[in-house]
């Protein structure tokens, strides 16, 4: 039992860091839009990476070279400009509440969901890597307790903030608040997109 408390403990803290995917998250849970499939998507993808760092992290670790890293990054900055642009263009510039009329379709919904998980190089360095080489010393029923509790910490953690969200929208359906919301989203998708340049950049260097 410790090690599942440890494995929780130490998810939930590198989790609670505020990152693209929280954010958005957060955001489906305020347009109502798919919010069971964002959570549970974003929730097992950590159960896979978690444990696949703890089985496999010396395999992983040989073949996480920068070049690897690199083209993460450069995927995860096309990815951000994109997400910026259709933000600007069609929920600040043309904000329409009409969510019914507006409303994404699931696979739309999958593919960011995927998107801001899987290009995302600092989801594999914390689950990935970080899990994955805190628990390389551990016998195998302590690695899975560990797993287990660092899992379900994404689980809890997932739900809460897009069902908290969900039933926050209520109280949040005029377009100026709205507007003030997409532009906090692109504000912190931007700092994210230029921390993000800076680290391909440095590559160069």
């Not at 990152?19 to 347009?31: P, T």
């Not at 993460?72 to 990815?79: S, T």
């Not at 690695?143 to 903030?161: E, M, R, T």
């Amino acid at each position: 039992m410790t090690y599942f408390i440890l494995g929780f403990i130490t998810g939930l803290s590198l989790i609670l860091a505020i990152g693209a995917q929280n954010i958005f998250v957060i955001e489906q849970g305020l347009k109502k839009e798919f919010v069971f499939i964002v959570c549970l998507i974003c929730a097992l993808s950590d159960f896979l990476l978690i444990f696949l760092g703890i089985f496999i992290f010396n395999y992983f670790q040989n073949f996480f070279t920068p070049l690897v890293e690199l083209i993460l990054n450069i995927l995860l900055l096309i990815f951000l400009l994109n997400f910026i642009r259709v933000k600007i263009y069609k929920e600040i510039y043309k904000l329409n509440l009409n969510f019914q009329k507006d409303k994404h379709s699931l696979p739309e919904v999958i593919s960011k969901t995927l998107g801001f998980t899987y290009l995302n190089p600092h989801v594999y360095s914390d689950t990935v890597f970080f899990l994955g080489n805190f628990s390389k010393d551990f016998i195998l029923n302590q690695k899975i307790l560990f797993g287990i509790g660092a899992s379900i910490s994404s689980f809890i953690f997932f739900f809460i903030i897009g069902y908290m969200s969900k039933r926050l929208s209520s109280y949040l359906k005029t377009k100026k608040i709205w507007k003030a919301i997409n532009i906090l989203i692109v504000i912190f998708m931007s700092s994210l997109a230029i921390y993000v340049l800076i680290n391909i950049l440095s590559f160069f260097n």
